[in-house]
C-alpha cells in the first residue's frame, strides 16, 4: 500500500501519463489505398444512390407495394438486424473493459468476551472497485475491433438487402414472364382451334386430307400441355415470392393472378467509376471493417504480451467500524509467453487474410459491375430484335392464314408458319424478361438501394 497521500497521487500520474501512451499494433484506421483502375470499360454517367429506390423505375405499382411491405418482415434482413444489435452489445462492452466495482452485504451473529455477553447482530457491508491501466492500448485497440465488428455487421445487413431484393424483383419479373407465357400459349391456341376447324370442314368438302386434320389436332394439343407447365412455373415463383415477403401464399397468389404487364427495362443506370464502389458496395464495406477488426486484434494480441498494471481499492464497513486499502498491481505474463505469442501470430495472419479478402471483395465488385453492363447492353439488344422477328412473324401468321383461307397456300405452310410464330413470340418475351432483370442485376452491383427505406 501507499502511504503517502503525494505518493499515492504521483503514483496516479504516472499511470495516467502511460495509459495515455499511443497503443501497440497496427493503426485499424490507417488502411492502404486499393489500385482501382480508372472507369469502368463500358460504364458511363454517375451512379444511383445507394438510398434510391431503384426499383420504382419499373413504374409497377404491385412491385413496389411488395418490396415496401416485405422490407419489414423478411426474415433474412429481420435476422440481419439482429446480428447488428449483438455487434452493438459487444461495442458496449468493449467500452466499460478494464474497470470493475463490485459490493456485498451480509449479517451475522457473534458475541466477543466472556460468559454472559449476548451475542449481537453484526452487518458487513463490502466494497470494490479496480481499475486496469490501458499503458499499451490493448483495451483501446478491443474498443476499435468492436467498433469495426458493429460496422461489419451494419454493412452486412445491406448486403443482405441488396440480395434479398435481386432476389425478389427476379422472382416477381420470372412470374409476370409466365404469366405473359400463359397469355401468348392462350392466343396461340385459339388461332390453333380455328385452323383446325377450317381444316375439318374443308377435309369434309374434299379440300383436305385425314392427315391435314391429324397434323393440325396435334400442333393444338401440343400448345395445349404447355398450359399447365407454364401455370406450376407461376406458382412456384408466387410461392418463392410469398416466402421472401413473408406473406401468406392464398392472399398473394390471388393479386399476382390478377395480371399485370411484364417488367419493361427502363432507361440507365449510370454506373460512376470503381472508386464509388468502396463507398457504395456494403459488401465492400463489410470486408473493409472485418480488416479493421483484424488489425485491432493484433494490437489486443500484442498488450497481451506487455505488463498490466492495475489500481484496486477496498472500502469495509463492519458493525459501523470502516477500513479501507488502495494500491496498484503488477501483472507479469512470464510463463504464457510462448502461448501469447502463437496467438499474436495468428492474428497476424487472421489480418493479412482479411486484407487479402477485402481486396478480392473489391475486384469481385467491379467484375460485377463490367459483367451487367455488358449483359444488360447486349440483352436490350436482343429485346429489340426479337421484338422485330415477332412482329414479322406475326404479319406472316397473317398473310398466310389468309391465303390458306382463300386456297391459295398449302396446310404445312400455315402450320410452319404458326409455329415460328408461337417461338418468336416466346423468345421475345424471354429476352424482355432477362433485361428487365438485369437492369436490377447492374443498379444492385453499385450498391444502389442499399440504404433505402421504401
Known sequence: MIST?????????????????????????????PNLQAGFEEGQGTATSTSTAFWSGYSDATLNRLIQQGMGQSFDIMAANERIRA?????????????QVGGTNSAGRERSGGDGIPAATVNTANLSASFVFDLFGGARRGREQAAAAHASAEAEAQTVRLAWLAEVISTYANARFYQQALALTRETISAREG????TRNM???????????AQTEALLATA??????????????????????????????RQMRGGSAQLR??????????????????????SQSDYAAALAGVGVATADLLPAISLTGTVTDRGGSTTWGF????????????ALQATRNRRLSEARQAEIAWKSQIASAVEDVQVAQSNLRRYRQRASTLDSAASSYDRAY?????????????LVDLLDADRQRAAARLSAAEARNAAAKEWAALQIATGAGSTATR
Open 87 to 99: 455487434a452493438a452489445a459487444d461495442m458496449q462492452a468493449a467500452g466499460v473493459l478494464g474497470s
Open 224 to 253: 395445349r400441355a404447355d398450359l399447365p407447365n407454364y401455370e406450376a412455373q407461376f406458382n412456384a415463383q408466387v410461392y418463392r415470392l410469398s416466402t421472401l415477403l413473408n406473406l401468406q401464399a392464398e392472399p398473394l397468389m
Open 203 to 213: 377435309e369434309s368438302l374434299g379440300l383436305a386430307t385425314e392427315y391435314d386434320t
Open 327 to 338: 494500491g496498484p498491481g503488477l501483472s507479469l505474463p512470464v510463463l504464457n509467453q510462448g
Open 265 to 286: 427495362t427502363p432507361p440507365g443506370p449510370g454506373t460512376g467509376v470503381p472508386a464509388d464502389l468502396l463507398r457504395s458496395r456494403p459488401d465492400i464495406r463489410a
Open 398 to 410: 397473317a398473310l398466310a392464314r389468309d391465303n390458306f383461307e382463300a386456297g391459295a397456300l398449302p
Open 5 to 33: 497521500r503525494f505518493g499515492r497521487r504521483g503514483l496516479l500520474v504516472s499511470l495516467l501519463a502511460l495509459s495515455a501512451c499511443a497503443a501497440v499494433g497496427p493503426d485499424p484506421t490507417d488502411l492502404p489505398t
Open 195 to 198: 385452323t383446325l376447324g377450317v
